[in-house]
């Protein structure tokens, strides 16, 4: 049975994993942000005063602001106003999404680029699938995607092959987990749930970037896999699917089997997914500037 596996990561794995790999620290501007983001009552002046200060978060939060996301007709040029119609929870998003992408450097910038901008644009796909679902925040989806997959340049970083290992998966057609299984002393949803845990970002979305590519995770009990995190696992596998079938690219994430799964767990039929794909194709030719 699947409860019977011991998922739990002992402090000789963790040990092994932070003395494999160097995982960032989480930037004071993001610590900044949080706690103002999480006060009871968020100081909106504040927030955009952290913002206005970083020359990328302000750029981020106007084009956020500004996206067919939030669906305002009209344009904002004012990081102040942009703040006000994302709300707190969406700020942090842009924080910890620029903050994110600045802390992984040593890694040639094409490559980068095309990685964040993938990532980028399944955060946005994910949310809109999550905004079609009840009990789902589109936020905790969208900042859960730009972390999940964190940990590949990390990866790429620090092992010589790992290329070679992501390309040789990629003309196989095989699972990338599976691959760094094989090859490498630990894994990307590994070091994912640690980088998250180390910035302090909700328990929740480590546990959801953790289990998201074991093939166990739907019938895994509560206390194992809380079921908001199955749900972020599964509007995220739903949209990569359809975003690697849409941008005709590889799906080295989910599988057949995953994605039936997160369909039949997201109560998603042929024709949601019709409508579905129809509002991606949307979002990505709205997103592609």
Known sequence: MPHEKNYELSHDD????????????????VLDAMKEAQKDEPDINRLAGIIINDAGLS????KLANSP????????????????RLGTKNIVCVVVAVALRASVTGLP????E???????LLAVVASLIARRQYGISPDAV??????????????????????????????????????????????????????VRNWGLPTILGQAIRFHHEEEAYDLPDATLPG???????????????????????????????FAKALVYLAITEGDLDDLRTRIADAVAENGD
């Open 142 to 195: 969208y900042t859960y995607s730009l972390f999940h997959n964190a940990a590949i340049p990390l990866m790429m970083r620090r092992f010589p092959n790992y290329g070679e290992v992501l390309e040789t998966a990629r003309r196989e057609g095989s699972m990338l987990v599976k691959a760094e299984g094989d090859f490498f002393p630990c894994t990307h949803p590994v070091i994912g749930s640690l980088l």
């Open 109 to 112: 910038a094409v490559w980068l």
């Open 14 to 29: 963790v040990q092994k994993v932070m003395s494999s790999i160097d995982i960032p620290a989480c930037p004071s501007v």
């Open 228 to 258: 908001g995190a199955l749900s972020l696992i599964a509007v995220t596998q739903v949209a990569e699917r359809l975003l690697a079938e849409l941008l005709d690219d590889s799906d080295l994430e989910v599988g057949e089997q995953l």
């Open 59 to 62: 750029a981020a939060t106007l």
């Open 114 to 120: 095309q990685f964040w901008q993938r990532t980028t």
């Open 69 to 84: 996301l939030y669906g305002a007709s009209t344009r904002l040029s004012s990081v102040r106003r942009a703040v006000e």
